[in-house]
Protein backbone atom coordinates (compact mmCIF):
# COMPACT_ATOMS: atom_id res chain seq x y z
CA UNK A 1 0.00 0.00 0.00
CA UNK A 2 1.57 3.61 -1.48
CA UNK A 3 2.48 5.71 1.69
CA UNK A 4 3.85 8.61 0.54
CA UNK A 5 5.37 10.92 3.29
CA UNK A 6 6.43 13.51 0.44
CA UNK A 7 3.80 14.48 -2.15
CA UNK A 8 3.74 17.22 -4.68
CA UNK A 9 0.51 17.66 -6.45
CA UNK A 10 1.07 20.36 -9.71
CA UNK A 11 3.62 22.21 -8.59
CA UNK A 12 4.63 25.20 -10.00
CA UNK A 13 7.99 27.59 -9.37
CA UNK A 14 8.78 30.68 -11.23
CA UNK A 15 11.27 33.22 -11.14
CA UNK A 16 11.54 36.87 -12.01
CA UNK A 17 14.11 38.22 -13.82
CA UNK A 18 13.65 41.99 -14.98
CA UNK A 19 11.53 40.90 -17.62
CA UNK A 20 11.92 37.79 -17.79
CA UNK A 21 9.96 34.92 -15.87
CA UNK A 22 12.28 32.09 -15.36
CA UNK A 23 9.73 28.42 -15.65
CA UNK A 24 11.89 26.40 -12.85
CA UNK A 25 9.28 23.60 -11.73
CA UNK A 26 6.77 22.75 -14.23
CA UNK A 27 3.71 20.97 -13.14
CA UNK A 28 5.62 18.17 -11.61
CA UNK A 29 3.67 15.99 -9.10
CA UNK A 30 5.74 13.53 -7.10
CA UNK A 31 4.86 10.99 -4.19
CA UNK A 32 7.55 9.36 -2.12
CA UNK A 33 6.75 6.27 -0.09
CA UNK A 34 7.90 6.15 2.93
CA UNK A 35 11.12 4.16 3.01
CA UNK A 36 12.05 5.21 -0.45
CA UNK A 37 15.75 6.35 -1.80
CA UNK A 38 14.09 8.35 -4.57
CA UNK A 39 16.97 9.24 -7.03
CA UNK A 40 16.21 12.66 -8.91
CA UNK A 41 18.30 13.30 -11.81
CA UNK A 42 19.06 15.62 -14.50
CA UNK A 43 21.72 18.01 -15.93
CA UNK A 44 22.04 21.51 -14.63
CA UNK A 45 19.43 23.65 -14.83
CA UNK A 46 16.74 21.30 -15.13
CA UNK A 47 15.24 22.69 -11.74
CA UNK A 48 16.20 19.52 -9.56
CA UNK A 49 17.68 22.24 -6.64
CA UNK A 50 14.45 24.30 -6.77
CA UNK A 51 12.26 21.53 -6.69
CA UNK A 52 14.46 19.93 -3.37
CA UNK A 53 13.85 23.62 -2.05
CA UNK A 54 10.27 22.65 -2.46
CA UNK A 55 10.16 19.86 -0.75
CA UNK A 56 12.40 20.74 2.15
CA UNK A 57 9.97 23.96 2.63
CA UNK A 58 12.47 26.98 1.70
CA UNK A 59 10.82 27.87 -1.24
CA UNK A 60 7.13 28.22 -1.36
CA UNK A 61 5.45 27.22 -4.96
CA UNK A 62 3.83 29.41 -7.41
CA UNK A 63 1.04 26.98 -7.73
CA UNK A 64 0.18 23.82 -6.46
CA UNK A 65 0.00 21.58 -2.83
CA UNK A 66 3.01 20.27 -0.58
CA UNK A 67 2.23 17.68 1.41
CA UNK A 68 5.04 16.16 3.63
CA UNK A 69 4.22 13.57 6.18
CA UNK A 70 0.45 13.90 6.08
CA UNK A 71 0.97 18.35 6.75
CA UNK A 72 -0.27 20.20 4.25
CA UNK A 73 2.32 23.03 4.02
CA UNK A 74 1.15 24.72 1.25
CA UNK A 75 -1.90 25.15 -0.78
CA UNK A 76 -3.82 27.57 -2.61
CA UNK A 77 -1.31 29.86 -2.77
CA UNK A 78 -0.96 29.67 0.99
CA UNK A 79 1.39 28.41 3.55
CA UNK A 80 -0.77 26.44 5.55
CA UNK A 81 1.37 26.24 8.48
CA UNK A 82 2.55 29.14 10.93
CA UNK A 83 6.11 29.90 10.89
CA UNK A 84 6.84 28.38 13.90
CA UNK A 85 5.38 25.00 12.95
CA UNK A 86 7.19 25.40 9.56
CA UNK A 87 10.81 25.60 11.88
CA UNK A 88 9.44 22.45 13.67
CA UNK A 89 8.58 20.70 10.68
CA UNK A 90 12.12 21.58 8.89
CA UNK A 91 14.20 20.01 11.05
CA UNK A 92 12.08 16.51 10.38
CA UNK A 93 13.80 17.06 6.96
CA UNK A 94 17.43 16.56 7.16
CA UNK A 95 19.59 18.03 4.11
CA UNK A 96 23.34 17.43 2.70
CA UNK A 97 25.39 19.22 0.69
CA UNK A 98 27.92 19.09 -2.12
CA UNK A 99 30.53 21.16 -0.16
CA UNK A 100 29.41 19.80 3.49
CA UNK A 101 29.00 22.78 4.86
CA UNK A 102 30.62 22.33 8.06
CA UNK A 103 31.63 25.02 10.31
CA UNK A 104 35.66 24.28 9.90
CA UNK A 105 36.61 26.47 13.24
CA UNK A 106 35.27 23.92 15.48
CA UNK A 107 35.75 20.17 15.96
CA UNK A 108 33.61 17.29 13.94
CA UNK A 109 31.86 16.41 17.59
CA UNK A 110 31.06 20.51 17.83
CA UNK A 111 29.31 20.30 14.26
CA UNK A 112 27.51 17.61 15.41
CA UNK A 113 26.14 19.19 18.51
CA UNK A 114 25.83 22.43 16.70
CA UNK A 115 22.44 20.81 15.35
CA UNK A 116 21.61 20.18 18.61
CA UNK A 117 21.30 23.04 20.10
CA UNK A 118 17.08 23.69 19.66
CA UNK A 119 17.05 20.03 20.93
CA UNK A 120 15.03 19.49 23.96
CA UNK A 121 18.16 17.03 25.60
CA UNK A 122 19.54 18.65 28.80
CA UNK A 123 23.50 18.77 27.76
CA UNK A 124 24.74 15.45 28.99
CA UNK A 125 22.33 13.74 26.60
CA UNK A 126 23.04 16.08 23.89
CA UNK A 127 26.46 14.99 24.13
CA UNK A 128 25.82 11.36 24.40
CA UNK A 129 23.46 11.38 21.28
CA UNK A 130 26.48 13.25 19.23
CA UNK A 131 28.87 10.63 19.78
CA UNK A 132 26.27 7.94 19.10
CA UNK A 133 25.36 9.78 15.64
CA UNK A 134 29.41 9.65 15.12
CA UNK A 135 29.47 6.27 15.82
CA UNK A 136 26.82 5.29 13.54
CA UNK A 137 28.61 6.99 10.62
CA UNK A 138 31.66 5.27 11.66
CA UNK A 139 34.04 8.47 12.72
CA UNK A 140 33.33 8.16 16.70
CA UNK A 141 37.29 8.20 16.94
CA UNK A 142 37.68 11.24 14.87
CA UNK A 143 35.07 13.31 17.48
CA UNK A 144 37.68 15.89 18.09
CA UNK A 145 39.66 16.50 14.71
CA UNK A 146 38.63 19.43 12.86
CA UNK A 147 36.90 19.16 9.28
CA UNK A 148 40.15 20.56 7.39
CA UNK A 149 41.97 17.22 8.83
CA UNK A 150 39.45 14.41 7.42
CA UNK A 151 38.85 13.57 3.92
CA UNK A 152 36.26 14.82 1.38
CA UNK A 153 34.74 11.48 2.30
CA UNK A 154 34.67 11.61 6.29
CA UNK A 155 33.52 15.36 5.90
CA UNK A 156 30.27 14.38 4.53
CA UNK A 157 29.80 11.72 7.07
CA UNK A 158 30.05 14.35 9.76
CA UNK A 159 27.57 16.35 8.05
CA UNK A 160 25.89 13.06 7.32
CA UNK A 161 25.54 13.13 11.30
CA UNK A 162 24.76 16.51 11.91
CA UNK A 163 21.67 16.02 9.76
CA UNK A 164 20.68 13.27 11.67
CA UNK A 165 20.57 15.29 14.38
CA UNK A 166 17.16 15.53 15.14
CA UNK A 167 15.91 12.22 14.04
CA UNK A 168 14.71 13.46 10.70
CA UNK A 169 12.42 11.18 8.68
CA UNK A 170 13.65 12.71 5.47
CA UNK A 171 17.33 12.73 4.37
CA UNK A 172 17.65 14.80 0.94
CA UNK A 173 21.20 14.46 -0.49
CA UNK A 174 22.07 17.11 -2.86
CA UNK A 175 24.53 16.47 -5.08
CA UNK A 176 26.63 15.11 -1.90
CA UNK A 177 29.18 12.86 -3.97
CA UNK A 178 29.70 15.11 -6.86
CA UNK A 179 32.72 16.08 -5.34
CA UNK A 180 34.28 12.85 -3.96
CA UNK A 181 36.31 10.33 -5.59
CA UNK A 182 34.90 6.84 -6.65
CA UNK A 183 35.49 5.11 -3.09
CA UNK A 184 34.39 7.69 -0.87
CA UNK A 185 31.43 8.32 -3.37
CA UNK A 186 30.37 4.51 -2.87
CA UNK A 187 31.02 4.59 0.96
CA UNK A 188 28.68 7.87 0.93
CA UNK A 189 25.71 6.13 -1.06
CA UNK A 190 26.51 2.69 0.97
CA UNK A 191 26.22 4.82 4.47
CA UNK A 192 22.90 6.25 3.07
CA UNK A 193 21.65 2.33 1.86
CA UNK A 194 22.75 1.60 5.80
CA UNK A 195 20.61 4.11 7.38
CA UNK A 196 17.59 3.78 5.10
CA UNK A 197 17.64 -0.11 6.09
CA UNK A 198 18.16 0.72 9.50
CA UNK A 199 16.13 3.93 10.52
CA UNK A 200 14.10 3.93 7.81
CA UNK A 201 15.19 7.24 6.74
CA UNK A 202 13.27 8.08 3.37
CA UNK A 203 16.40 9.29 0.84
CA UNK A 204 15.78 12.11 -1.68
CA UNK A 205 19.24 11.48 -3.90
CA UNK A 206 19.40 14.74 -6.33
CA UNK A 207 22.29 14.30 -8.77
CA UNK A 208 23.19 13.76 -12.07
CA UNK A 209 25.48 10.80 -11.57
CA UNK A 210 23.19 8.28 -12.97
CA UNK A 211 26.00 5.54 -11.02
CA UNK A 212 24.91 7.14 -7.72
CA UNK A 213 21.23 6.48 -8.58
CA UNK A 214 21.96 3.09 -9.74
CA UNK A 215 23.92 1.72 -6.67
CA UNK A 216 21.26 2.73 -4.00
CA UNK A 217 17.99 3.76 -5.43
CA UNK A 218 14.64 1.88 -5.50
CA UNK A 219 12.95 4.54 -7.84
CA UNK A 220 13.75 7.67 -10.13
CA UNK A 221 12.20 10.36 -11.77
CA UNK A 222 14.38 12.08 -14.68
CA UNK A 223 14.06 16.21 -14.83
CA UNK A 224 14.55 18.53 -18.09
CA UNK A 225 13.26 21.80 -18.42
CA UNK A 226 11.61 21.78 -14.90
CA UNK A 227 9.31 18.45 -15.68
CA UNK A 228 9.86 15.03 -14.65
CA UNK A 229 9.77 13.56 -18.29
CA UNK A 230 10.10 9.91 -17.24
CA UNK A 231 9.68 8.17 -13.86
CA UNK A 232 9.34 4.85 -12.25
CA UNK A 233 10.77 2.44 -10.50
CA UNK A 234 14.31 1.76 -10.97
CA UNK A 235 14.98 -1.28 -12.78
CA UNK A 236 12.15 -0.19 -15.39
CA UNK A 237 13.25 2.84 -15.80
CA UNK A 238 17.06 2.13 -15.95
CA UNK A 239 16.29 -1.29 -18.56
CA UNK A 240 13.26 0.49 -20.50
CA UNK A 241 14.17 3.68 -21.32
CA UNK A 242 11.21 5.29 -23.38
CA UNK A 243 13.16 8.87 -23.63
CA UNK A 244 16.23 10.41 -25.18
CA UNK A 245 17.53 11.90 -22.17
CA UNK A 246 16.79 9.01 -19.99
CA UNK A 247 18.76 7.10 -22.50
CA UNK A 248 21.69 9.28 -21.88
CA UNK A 249 21.81 8.86 -18.35
CA UNK A 250 21.50 5.26 -18.87
CA UNK A 251 24.53 3.96 -19.69
CA UNK A 252 24.22 0.33 -19.61
CA UNK A 253 21.38 0.58 -22.71
CA UNK A 254 23.53 3.10 -24.73
CA UNK A 255 25.68 0.23 -25.16
CA UNK A 256 22.80 -1.74 -26.30
CA UNK A 257 21.69 0.87 -28.72
CA UNK A 258 25.45 1.09 -30.00
CA UNK A 259 25.38 -2.79 -30.63
CA UNK A 260 22.31 -3.14 -32.10
CA UNK A 261 22.85 -0.28 -34.42
CA UNK A 262 25.91 -2.13 -35.87
CA UNK A 263 22.75 -4.65 -37.12
CA UNK A 264 20.96 -4.28 -39.69
CA UNK A 265 18.11 -4.84 -38.12
CA UNK A 266 16.02 -3.51 -40.92
CA UNK A 267 16.74 -6.19 -42.56
CA UNK A 268 14.65 -8.42 -40.27
CA UNK A 269 12.80 -11.40 -42.38
CA UNK A 270 9.19 -11.87 -42.07
CA UNK A 271 9.45 -14.98 -39.63
CA UNK A 272 11.60 -12.60 -36.89
CA UNK A 273 10.94 -10.64 -34.01
CA UNK A 274 13.70 -8.39 -31.88
CA UNK A 275 12.77 -8.80 -28.47
CA UNK A 276 14.12 -7.00 -25.12
CA UNK A 277 14.72 -9.80 -21.93
CA UNK A 278 15.14 -8.61 -19.08
CA UNK A 279 15.48 -10.41 -16.02
CA UNK A 280 16.93 -10.98 -12.31
CA UNK A 281 20.45 -11.95 -12.41
CA UNK A 282 19.65 -14.33 -9.44
CA UNK A 283 16.66 -16.44 -11.08
CA UNK A 284 17.38 -16.88 -14.89
CA UNK A 285 20.51 -18.67 -16.31
CA UNK A 286 21.88 -18.52 -19.78
CA UNK A 287 20.14 -21.68 -20.61
CA UNK A 288 16.76 -20.35 -20.78
CA UNK A 289 17.91 -19.60 -24.65
CA UNK A 290 18.72 -23.07 -25.05
CA UNK A 291 15.52 -24.76 -23.14
CA UNK A 292 13.33 -22.51 -26.04
CA UNK A 293 15.02 -23.96 -28.60
CA UNK A 294 15.21 -27.30 -26.84
CA UNK A 295 10.99 -27.19 -25.79
CA UNK A 296 9.88 -25.72 -28.66
CA UNK A 297 12.00 -25.82 -31.10
CA UNK A 298 12.27 -21.78 -31.67
CA UNK A 299 15.71 -20.50 -32.33
CA UNK A 300 16.52 -17.01 -30.49
CA UNK A 301 19.86 -15.60 -31.60
CA UNK A 302 21.88 -12.95 -28.97
CA UNK A 303 22.54 -9.82 -30.43
CA UNK A 304 23.62 -7.95 -27.16
CA UNK A 305 23.95 -8.59 -22.98
CA UNK A 306 24.67 -7.64 -20.04
CA UNK A 307 24.30 -7.56 -16.32
CA UNK A 308 23.99 -4.72 -14.17
CA UNK A 309 23.32 -4.39 -10.73
CA UNK A 310 20.62 -2.03 -9.98
CA UNK A 311 19.99 -1.23 -6.29
CA UNK A 312 21.85 -4.34 -4.76
CA UNK A 313 19.99 -6.95 -7.34
CA UNK A 314 21.81 -8.21 -10.33
CA UNK A 315 19.76 -7.74 -13.50
CA UNK A 316 20.32 -8.58 -17.19
CA UNK A 317 19.07 -7.40 -20.09
CA UNK A 318 19.11 -9.64 -23.85
CA UNK A 319 18.48 -8.07 -27.04
CA UNK A 320 17.24 -11.51 -29.08
CA UNK A 321 16.19 -11.81 -32.36
CA UNK A 322 13.15 -14.69 -32.52
CA UNK A 323 13.10 -17.00 -35.57
CA UNK A 324 9.58 -18.61 -36.28
CA UNK A 325 6.34 -19.11 -37.89
CA UNK A 326 3.92 -16.21 -36.05
CA UNK A 327 2.34 -19.07 -33.68
CA UNK A 328 6.36 -20.05 -32.53
CA UNK A 329 6.98 -16.65 -31.82
CA UNK A 330 3.74 -16.63 -29.64
CA UNK A 331 4.95 -19.53 -28.08
CA UNK A 332 7.79 -18.32 -26.93
CA UNK A 333 7.14 -15.05 -25.64
CA UNK A 334 5.20 -17.26 -23.53
CA UNK A 335 7.63 -19.31 -22.51
CA UNK A 336 10.00 -16.59 -21.49
CA UNK A 337 7.32 -14.78 -19.40
CA UNK A 338 6.14 -18.27 -17.57
CA UNK A 339 10.19 -17.77 -17.04
CA UNK A 340 9.79 -14.73 -15.26
CA UNK A 341 11.30 -12.64 -17.95
CA UNK A 342 10.36 -9.40 -19.11
CA UNK A 343 9.40 -9.35 -22.64
CA UNK A 344 9.33 -6.58 -24.61
CA UNK A 345 9.06 -6.43 -28.51
CA UNK A 346 11.17 -3.84 -30.35
CA UNK A 347 8.92 -3.45 -33.06
CA UNK A 348 9.00 0.30 -33.97
CA UNK A 349 12.90 0.62 -33.09
CA UNK A 350 11.43 3.28 -30.33
CA UNK A 351 14.36 1.91 -28.16
CA UNK A 352 16.59 3.34 -30.71
CA UNK A 353 15.22 6.00 -32.60
CA UNK A 354 12.65 8.85 -31.82
N1 LIG B 1 16.14 32.40 -7.20
C1 LIG B 1 16.12 32.30 -8.53
N2 LIG B 1 15.86 33.38 -9.29
C2 LIG B 1 15.83 33.28 -10.65
N3 LIG B 1 16.01 32.14 -11.33
C3 LIG B 1 16.27 31.03 -10.63
C4 LIG B 1 16.33 31.04 -9.19
N4 LIG B 1 16.61 29.78 -8.77
C5 LIG B 1 16.72 29.02 -9.89
N5 LIG B 1 16.50 29.75 -11.00
C6 LIG B 1 16.52 29.25 -12.39
O1 LIG B 1 15.67 28.11 -12.44
C7 LIG B 1 16.21 27.12 -13.29
C8 LIG B 1 16.38 25.81 -12.52
O2 LIG B 1 17.43 25.97 -11.57
P1 LIG B 1 17.83 24.87 -10.50
O3 LIG B 1 18.97 25.44 -9.70
O4 LIG B 1 16.62 24.44 -9.79
O5 LIG B 1 18.35 23.69 -11.42
P2 LIG B 1 19.27 22.43 -11.05
O6 LIG B 1 18.78 21.31 -11.86
O7 LIG B 1 19.30 22.26 -9.59
O8 LIG B 1 20.68 22.88 -11.54
P3 LIG B 1 22.05 22.90 -10.72
O9 LIG B 1 22.42 21.48 -10.51
O10 LIG B 1 22.99 23.64 -11.62
O11 LIG B 1 21.76 23.66 -9.45
C9 LIG B 1 17.52 27.69 -13.84
O12 LIG B 1 17.25 28.25 -15.10
C10 LIG B 1 17.88 28.76 -12.84
O13 LIG B 1 18.64 29.78 -13.44
Known amino acids: MANPIIDLQDINVTFKQGKEVVHAVKDVSLSIDKGDIYGIVGYSGAGKSTLVRTIN ?66 DDAQEKKAYELLDLVGLKDKADFYPVQLSGGEQQRVSIARALANDPAILISDEATSALDPQNTNQILDLLKKL ?13 EMDAVKRVANKIAVMEHGQIIERGPLQKVFLQPQRELTRQFVGGSLAAIDTLKAFNLDQLGPDEDLFQLVYNGNNVTKSIIIELYKQLGVEASMLYGNIEILGGEPVGTLFVVVKGDEQQRQAAVKFLQDSKVTVTKIDDRRIWHE
Open 196 to 208: NDELDLTVVLITH
Open 57 to 122: LLQKPTDGTVTIDGDVFFTDHQQQLSNKELQTKRRSIGMIFQHFNLLNETSVIENVLFALKHSSLD
